[in-house]
């Protein structure tokens, strides 16, 4: 009886250990944690610069400067362990701080486009650390959309040649990678996105929209398969400011 008592104690025991530990944040998930709280004041001061507002820009890039100082403290000595034999990763996090910094003084002084040419590349930077180092995360897929319907948006500019079939196949198949990534997205969004009605709605309504390019691009349509660009690029803008 007794040896079962000890028996049951010690599952007891393992149980609570693993349960605490499987609770815990980890390092890396902290450091994401991180990033996506200095993504909100990134984007909002990419927002702002883009629309001409340097004044308010300054503002969200004075709070981002402080957010990825902290973020810097806490882990540019001591990555996470998924990050630590990345050999440009102190490098990588110091570049980054200087660009928010000479951004923050270049919209200070009005200085729109200088400003802009420090951020722009921030976001490249922190998607080439993460692919280094095998991580993947909705930040990733989202940059993956934005590009596809970048690449696809051209042909909102300059419609497709139907007499061409190259040019034809080519379209169909930028849609198709879009189409592709915003359906990952879906699927792997975060869990307070897919609670989201907002986040559900405009997935869905994106998603049927690149769907509509195969009909339009059949029927020779270029007016509608612009307005169906037009629509997209509305819904992509929303996609990376509201959702990451």
């Known amino acids: 009886m007794r040896k079962i008592i000890r028996v049951a104690m010690l599952f007891t025991i393992l149980f609570f250990i693993t349960f ?3 609770a815990k944040p980890t390092a890396v998930d902290e450091f994401h944690a991180a990033l996506t709280e200095a993504d909100r004041s990134y984007r909002s001061a990419s927002f702002y610069l883009r629309t001409g507002n340097p004044g308010v820009a300054a503002m969200e890039l004075q709070t ?79 940059e993956e959309a934005n590009q596809a319907m970048d690449a696809l948006y051209v042909y909102r500019h300059r419609p497709p040649r139907f007499g061409d079939q190259r040019d034809v196949d080519q379209l169909l198949r930028r849609a198709a990678v879009t189409a592709h990534w915003y359906a990952r997205c879906f699927k792997t969004a975060p869990k307070q996105y897919k609670a989201s009605t907002e986040f559900q709605r405009l997935m869905e309504s994106s998603l049927r929209s690149l769907g509509l390019i195969w009909d339009a ?28």
Not at 96 to 116: C, F, Q, S, W
Not at 219 to 244: A, V
């Open 20 to 22: 605490s530990s499987s």
């Open 64 to 142: 981002l400067s402080e957010k990825w100082q902290s973020l810097s403290r806490t882990f540019n000595d001591h990555p996470p362990e998924i990050y630590v034999n990345d050999p440009a990763w102190a490098e990588t996090l110091g570049q980054i701080g200087h660009r928010i910094d000479a951004a923050l003084a270049n919209a200070v002084t009005g200085k729109i486009k200088a400003a802009r040419g420090k951020l722009d590349p921030i976001r490249a930077a922190l998607t080439d650390l993460r692919r280094r180092n095998g991580v993947f995360i909705f930040a990733d897929c989202v």
């Open 217 to 244: 691009t059949h029927k020779k349509q270029k007016r509608r398969i612009i307005n169906i660009l037009r629509e997209l690029r509305s819904t992509d803008r929303l996609l990376y400011l509201r959702f990451l």
